[in-house]
């Protein structure tokens, strides 16, 4: 089982719907969850950034830890043809590993 | 301000031939982090440097593999002997310091043909 799972897609909604993107993880060390947003041929580029569970909200995005369920979220208010992307979630532990642990991925298309 | 900047954008190189990929981290960050994308495997971590030392080499996936960082700063990937598994982007990261966010250049993608 990889630490981090997402579906990979791809999730097609209407312009304006509200989108939940969604990820597992299996290691209870985690601490720190990330969500990124990545555009053909780009670099990953960072969206939220989150310590234990609770929500964070950052104009348009919300991002939402469970660390009971280990089940975190991301929901994209007013969605835009220019949020289609690859959305990627991230874990990593609170001490000793300094690496991300992402999982592969969730490839988002909004309709005009 | 300026981002992580990675050079080159593009590498072909032949298989069994050595490859350097550099990367310039953002102005004053501390932490550097080398990735690796493949289709197939996603985004996996490589190395971590905190200054110029290499604390965590865990996920470097052989002896081929190697990394420094000069100065704090600049940071040179190199695979020697290249397979064609090796063929992937390679990405960087840094952040201000230990555990805070890090944030990615734009990557090289190597074709090892």
């Known amino acids: 089982q990889k630490e981090v799972e997402q579906d990979p897609g791809p999730l097609s909604v209407p312009e304006g719907a509200i989108v939940s993107l969604n990820c597992t993880y299996s290691?209870?060390?985690?601490?720190?969850f990330m969500w990124y947003r990545q555009y053909s041929r780009k670099g990953p580029e960072l969206l939220m950034y989150t310590y234990s569970s609770g929500n964070k909200e950052d104009g348009r995005f919300t991002a939402q830890v469970d660390k009971s369920s280990k089940y975190i979220s991301l929901f994209i208010r007013d969605s835009q043809p220019s949020d289609s992307a690859t959305y990627l979630c991230?874990?990593?532990?609170?001490?000793?590993?300094?690496?991300?642990?992402f999982g592969k991925g969730t490839h988002l298309i909004i309709q005009p | 301000g300026a981002g992580v900047s990675q050079s080159p954008s593009n590498k072909v190189t032949e298989k069994g031939k050595d490859v350097e990929l550099r990367c310039d981290p953002i102005s004053g960050h501390t932490a550097l982090y080398w990735y690796r994308q493949s289709l197939g495997q996603g985004l996996e971590f490589l190395i971590y440097?905190?200054?110029?030392?290499?604390?965590?080499k865990s996920g470097l996936p052989s002896d081929r593999f190697s990394a420094e960082r000069t100065g704090g700063s600049v940071s040179t990937l190199t695979i020697q002997r290249t397979q064609q598994e090796d063929s992937a982007v390679y990405l960087c990261?840094?952040?201000?310091?230990?555990?805070?966010?890090?944030?990615f250049g734009p990557g090289t993608r190597l074709t090892v043909l």
């Open positions: 991230a874990g990593r532990s609170g001490g000793g590993a300094d690496g991300l642990t």
């Open positions: 290691n209870s060390a985690f601490q720190y």
């Open positions: 440097f905190q200054g110029n030392s290499a604390p965590d």
């Open positions: 990261a840094s952040s201000l310091e230990r555990m805070r966010e890090q944030f």
